[in-house]
């Protein structure tokens, strides 16, 4: 038998030490890594975002809320697909949670059966979220590599400029504008324009 669960990892942040028991001991029992923390303050400091994951977490705690946590994680960028627990009179600010991009909320008492079936499909969700995320970090580290000057003519090149009309927006020459491309497809491994502007626009490329 593997001693990795084969599942995914679920994180549990609630301040309360009977829910995260309950939870670690149903969520095991199904196969799941489980890792608990008693504040969301403690889960952020060990957060690893390469990890695909999801999380579950309680909507009022002491020190900083659900709330807080999921601001600071729509902050850093982070694909982690979030499930609140929250209690009767939290239905309204859950709801607002759930604008913000939260993949559901669960009142307490939960039912053991829908909390499962909730992390199955937050976890299914988390596989395709954080191969994007994977994806766009890989992009931000190839275009870091560039010089202000050749984002600047990258942009123009996206923005279907021909080399004369960038030349001009930037009062440079022609020839520095080949050599700036040429420094650029180099740079970003690019063969063909068409690379380039996956590179560049990322999800938003047209499909070719």
Known sequence: MSLIPKKGTVYVVD??????????????????????????????????P???????????????????????????????????????????????????????????????????????????HAKGAFAEYQSAASRDALLSKLTSREAQVLERIVAGRLNKQIADDLGISIKTVEAHRANIMEKLNANTVADLLKIALGQNAPKS
Not at 21 to 48: H, I
């Open 50 to 124: 390469r990890e695909v994951a999801c999380l579950i977490v309680d909507i009022r705690m002491g020190g900083m809320t659900g709330l807080e946590l999921q601001d600071r994680l729509l902050e850093r960028r982070s694909p982690l697909p979030i499930v609140f627990i929250t209690g009767h009179g939290d239905v309204p600010m859950a709801v607002n949670t759930m604008k913000k991009g939260a993949m559901d909320f669960i009142q307490k008492p939960f039912k053991e059966e829908e909390l499962v079936g909730l992390v199955e499909r937050m976890l299914d």
């Open 15 to 48: 301040d309360d030490e009977a829910v995260r028991d309950s939870l670690q001991w149903l969520l095991e029992g199904k196969d799941y890594r489980v890792r608990c923390f008693d504040s969301a303050e403690s889960f952020l400091s060990r957060y690893d």
